[in-house]
């Protein structure tokens, strides 16, 4: 005896399992995009693995996805580029060793900068205006005093 349920039951676990995948799909795409977008195409200047259309990115894009499918880590399949290609597979300098002068660089250059224009500028230095004005002689002062009140 059949159920009158049965089709809408297999209709809903079809579409269950397709959305499922789907989903489990799109996850792998956006680990791939994000491992690939942290590597550097060696072959493009300028481009990473995941903006690159190369055919050498192309087949780094295949083996970021074969090795996270394995279940490597983001971490593991990275360290793996960058031993076949060197530090200057990495989109990003990294935070130790001589990667941190790409860092430290631009901001003490920076820093550099402000105190230079401070220096320059005198900024907040209220006498630096002083310096460059003589004093009033008394009797510059009372003719000042004079004008005043006759101004009021």
Same mark, same amino acid.
């Given at each position: 005896m059949k159920?009158?349920?049965?089709?809408? *039951?297999?209709? *809903?676990?079809v579409l269950l399992t397709l959305g499922t995948r789907s989903v489990l799909a799109r996850a792998i795409d956006d680990q791939i995009r994000d491992v690939a977008s942290q590597l550097m195409c060696p072959v493009c200047e300028?481009?990473?693995?995941? #903006? %690159?259309? %190369? @055919?050498l990115a192309t087949q780094m894009r295949? *083996?970021?996805? @074969?090795?996270?499918l394995a279940g490597d880590r983001p971490e593991t399949i990275i360290r793996y580029f960058v031993e076949r290609y060197? #530090?200057?597979?990495?989109a990003t300098p990294p935070t130790t060793g001589l990667g941190v002068l790409m860092w430290l660089l631009p +901001?003490?250059? !920076?820093?550099?900068?402000? +105190?230079? !224009?401070r220096a320059r500028v005198r900024v907040g230095t209220p006498r630096a205006w002083e310096d460059d004005v003589a004093p009033l002689s008394p009797g510059d002062l009372e003719r000042l005093r004079r004008g005043l009140d006759e101004a009021r």
């Open positions: 159920r009158a349920g049965t089709p809408i *039951l297999v209709f *809903l676990f300028g481009r990473t693995v995941a #903006e %690159s259309n %190369s @055919q295949d *083996l970021i996805r @074969q090795r996270l060197g #530090e200057s597979a990495l +901001a003490a250059g !920076v820093a550099a900068g402000v +105190a230079w !224009v």
